[in-house]
Nanobody, 120 residues
Framework: QVQLVESGGGLVQPGGSLRLSCAAS????????MGWYRQAPGKQRELVGS???????NYADSVKGRFTISRDNAKNTVFLQMNSLKPEDTAVYYC??????????????WGQGTQVTVSS
């Protein structure tokens, strides 16, 4: 089994910054891709961005230039640096990882979600 544990959410004023972290642990051979999704009240979950282990990162248009995803592959950890936050960024943020286990089976895993609230 694989567990994803998130941290770093909270309340921030418009224009502020937050950094989310997500650490994966368990039966992990490799993680081809890690990323972040978010879900605002009354809306569907949407992709924020994803980062493959050896390729370029892609972002939703709504966060380009403000959010940055990075990875520490040695620690199976992904980060989401959020700058210039707007009230419309308010949502529960979920970490996602595509994990290859030692049987070479690829499965998606999700973090528990962390609340980000942007408000004055």
């Amino acid at each position: 089994q694989v567990q994803l544990v998130e941290s770093g959410g909270g309340l921030v004023q418009p224009g502020g910054s937050l950094r989310l972290s997500c650490a994966a642990s368990g039966s992990i051979f490799n993680i081809p891709s890690m990323g972040w999704y978010r879900q605002a009240p009354g809306k569907q979950r949407e992709l924020v961005g994803s980062m493959p282990s050896g390729g370029s990162t892609n972002y939703a248009d709504s966060v380009k230039g403000r959010f940055t995803i990075s990875r520490d592959n040695a620690k199976n950890t992904v980060f989401l640096q959020m700058n210039s936050l707007k009230p419309e960024d308010t949502a529960v943020y979920y970490c996602n990882a595509q994990v290859l286990d030692y049987r070479k089976i690829l499965r998606p895993y999700w973090g528990q979600g962390t609340q980000v609230t942007v408000s004055s």
